[in-house]
């Protein structure tokens, strides 16, 4: 069966990543995955939130929004009514969950840093494509702090990618665009290490439950396609991306 | 390794399902799993929200709230910071999602049933108890309203219950209680139906990345659990439970 | 005449108290009137509100709060309305209000007590039996602190308790329950101390203005059942209560 | 015992009521008691509230707000801390329903009035004064939509008037003056009819409880002070307040 | 041409200032320009906003606020909407940034003065008529300042005025009322000082762009309109005046 | 005098337009100022405001906003704050009243185009660079629907831009970027049309008034500038732009 868009099961998008597109941040970089483009920069903070104050340890944090356009149809902002919707804060606390899983938060010291995901134009997977992005993002700007001789140990334990999988028809396929995700029958968000274990799975059934050789299918799916999108990470960090691994998670 | 309330690796916590415990909603039942209380309410409005208007279906909606000393430390209320938390909206689409999974809108017809799940006392466990908890409110609430020939046919289409799993030191547990949790490395809730499919699958390690081995482990303690807890679940519903599975899900 | 639950002009309706539902609380009540039912708890943190830093005394408040389905009807979540209703903020005004007119604010020291009393069912006059919960949570929560050596004098002057009264048809009546409250023409809410001192009177005719003689009869049922309610607490009570009125209010 | 501005316990401040204040609104009042100064605009409104739609039935409904720099320290405005105090929410929920006791809502018609006072300057007594001198806009608003025949009969059913009393030292006194009311240790306000019938009393003995004959003083001087009240009220409203009674409160 | 009030294209309308109408307000006015009436209070609080703390300055704020039937149409309160409006938040900083533009914010030293704009009836102007009225509040506030030696030097740096003008028809006119300005093409709100320099311009051609000749005929009728208004606040302000432009602006 | 970017006195700095940005939006164009970069995109819906509802008119609004880190220091959401702030009502505020300025709106049909203009980076003149770039893609939208012969007469009247002009020590400037722009005595954003009409002009001396010789200057750089925008816009618009001015302003 051939996909919308000619691709096989198991292929990716075309993954595009330009690094240092925003001339104040630490670390940025945007990342195409087909249409989805996502802006992530990450912004170095000297202190931390109240709760970690005086603990030696810094914090890793998310946000994520959409541009109003960046949808078939147009979306109202979320400033505009006056809060965030379920869907940003569930997207923006997995961000955030799934970078501090990879960071030694006593090695980066008492700072704060903030992780921005702004989707500029979105068809499908714009939350792990936003994971994926904010990772080179955060290891840019660590990698800025380090060589500013800020840091003893270089914080980040392990590369991280995520993608999404599902069961479109009665197939296990990689990395849904739109089209495809608003017919999956089954919908799965994995974020994995470098070194190939899980930190995050999301699936839902909404549509239809499904079966154990299913679950094991996408997963197979979502590794390849993760260690992918962690080749062109390295492709991208370059020799920052040697200095990953030198401590473990706390 | 024994666990600290002396329960097995594979051993659910004591479970007590009590239902009518409200005299004007349609469905409800107090739900306790240890010393986690949660009231489970299901309320029927004869409409739909706007987005469904015309069409014929139902819908099937959750809402998810503590009380303020649920927990050791008293808990400021939502309603006084002017918002919910994105931990209470990720739950309430949750179980909303979960209950849908098994329900036959257009065999609802155009009616609204609002599930409460209020938790009296919290001590782990929390939003998978709602869900088990909030699927015994719905079907005696459907049972009412399938008594009073509203319906044509029974719209719930299999039983659904949830439990947690997680990874305790390097062992795999059932049911974590909030002591268990807080030192848990990974932590999962499974929801699955009647038939042993899945509906929602969600982990996380932000503690420490897991491997398929122990992804394994995790689901087979809850598959065992969720069975478990629908055992229960027909005990309570007595014939109610008897016309589930008539239709299956659209 | 007859009342809907054939109750006479002077009686109550069964009351019933139940101490210590909650097990992280320092003082918790359920309370029921009939099948108004109301969990209040009682919280003490060790500091005191901004406006109060610094002076040697110590403070209570109460929140108060009904689950969507205590009523007859759904009702919406204030948390999810973003503000709480004028309905909720005067009564947990009236609720702190009356409480600490039977605290020595300085013999309690610098800690605040937080009463919460979330309405479980309602069948009218829920503020009423909150205060009179309130005040057994109270009251346990500083038997409490007191066992624990925390106070130099047991600061609660003396019993509280509170009662609707109303003109139903041209009689008045004790403790309205919902149908008689929705067809009387005057309501009035009372509170007073074991020592039958009024603490709050709030009496409102807008269906129809009352006459002197109309109060002065009302006044005389609140008082009668005032006292029986405090009977009540102090069996709940027992030697907790013995203390009660060792220092006068500052 | 003389009273701080030498006024006798049982008189009233200097009253003054300035009609037609505004030229927009139907009906408008300057009040003023002492040096409290209140703007009353009854502003109508040919529609109801939704829950009334097509009933036949009119609204009456109150706001209430004090100008930032109206009291001794300047008080941030409810604007901009995005929501309505629980004070402000009270009172304005006791000016309505006080007002709406003297309406005959069939014979309003389906409009709305809307009553706005707003306090320029507060020396004590604030609600209460609104109370009064919103009766009056009511009442003028009320002749200029009768004069214009859009009613069969004037809906105004009797007098309205509004003042606080209290216990302050061990004498009851009459209309508090800020100084007084922050020694009070009771504090009553109390609403009445022309026919001398009471429509509100909200006595609060935060500081101390009081007894039956310290609130039967209480009683009498409130009862003087209403009527002198509404004699002023009779002086300014002229031929309009002729037409008052003609109907009864439905 | 001869405008709806029989005005000539260059004149004002009556405009009066009445000062010292608030008992508690450092400084305050009530300013008419025909049927617009606004209060302006001037608060003095001996402390400054978080980012000003420790160097030494002063600050000076506005606040604008119409009540609710200062217009034809009763508007709602922007403290139930919740939130300010664009029109609101517009005016206020304009009123803010005008009036500190006299003002050495050094010679004030560490106080912040508020200038509260309250709108009590509108017929067009009311922006221009608060940042006249706010400047007498603020001079009279920092006079009673200034005799209680709190200050070195009078820190006014010049007197300020503000006025409309506009083009009706094809004339442009000075002073606009709400009848003028609904039908303006064009619409300018000019801030000057009492030397004759432009502090604020803002012209909006929404219905219509203007031409340059245009934009000299109203700024010519801006500068004489000024200039007349500050020989009001010259009257009102009498030999506090005298000490206005002691020092310059830092 | 050289400034800091070695611009002359009356030179832009590099302007960038990018059409067709955004898939999805009917017009779109990135607009680069420098260092300033701008998405703008435009949305057509098929209905109006309820304000404007069955009058047969269109309507031209627009939205504003900057990406957390578009500044040197990272800035909080305003879907964080839950509101707001003053500055970008302003500003969105100006936007959609200067591009009306040029749409005859009964022309346009009943339909609304929403401008989005979404700061990517910011180096000053984001407001001014956003209403030149909105422009473009209001033309474009309004060139697709056109071409979809939704409407009769092509609505746009002019061509319209906008930029900043200042006093930076004794020398007026045009374009400022953000260095210039925080030591500018007098800041003023001027919008004209292709014509050389003013359609809005801000000026702000709040560091030091500004004389009439100043301002005129002023006007000239904005002039020139305007009108090497506008060229860029027909550059980019090419037969699109033909069709501007068909019909006049309503």
Redesign the interface.
């Known amino acids: 069966m051939l996909r919308v868009d000619s691709r096989k099961a198991d292929e990716l998008r075309t993954i595009t990543m330009t690094p240092h597109v925003?001339?104040?941040?630490e670390g940025?970089v945007m990342i195409e995955a087909g249409?989805t483009k996502v802006?992530c920069?990450a912004?170095v903070?000297e202190r931390v939130p109240p709760f970690l104050k005086g603990q030696g340890k810094g914090w890793v944090t998310a946000?994520y929004?959409m541009?109003?356009?960046?949808?078939?149809t147009?979306n109202q902002?979320?400033?505009?009514r006056?809060?965030?919707?379920?869907?940003?804060?569930?997207i923006?606390?997995l961000i955030g969950?799934a970078l501090?899983?990879v960071v030694n938060l006593e090695a980066l010291g008492e700072r704060t840093i903030?992780l921005?995901c702004?989707v500029?134009?979105a068809d499908g997977g714009t939350r792990t494509t936003s994971i994926t992005g904010a990772f080179v993002a955060l290891a840019l700007a660590v990698g800025k702090i380090s060589e500013q001789h800020k840091l003893n140990k270089f914080p980040i334990t392990?590369y991280l990618a995520s993608v999404s999988v599902g069961i479109v028809g009665n197939q296990a396929m990689l990395d849904l665009n739109y089209a495809e995700d608003s017919t999956a029958k089954v919908d799965?968000n994995v974020v994995?290490?470098g070194?190939g274990?899980?930190?995050?799975?999301?699936?839902?059934?909404?549509?239809?439950?499904?079966?154990?050789d299913e679950?094991n299918s996408m997963?197979g799916l979502a590794e390849k396609g993760i260690q992918d999108m962690i080749e062109r990470q390295k492709q991208v960090l370059g020799t920052i991306g040697d200095k990953i691994g030198a401590v473990t998670?706390a």
């Open positions: 925003n001339k104040y941040a940025s249409d802006i920069t912004s903070e946000e929004s541009l109003p356009r960046a949808t078939q147009r902002r979320e400033a505009n006056g809060k965030l919707s379920g869907r940003t804060m569930e923006q606390r969950r501090r899983s903030h921005d702004d500029i134009q392990d799965m994995m290490t070194k274990a899980f930190v995050e799975l999301q699936g839902t059934g909404e549509e239809a439950p499904f079966t154990k679950l997963m998670h």
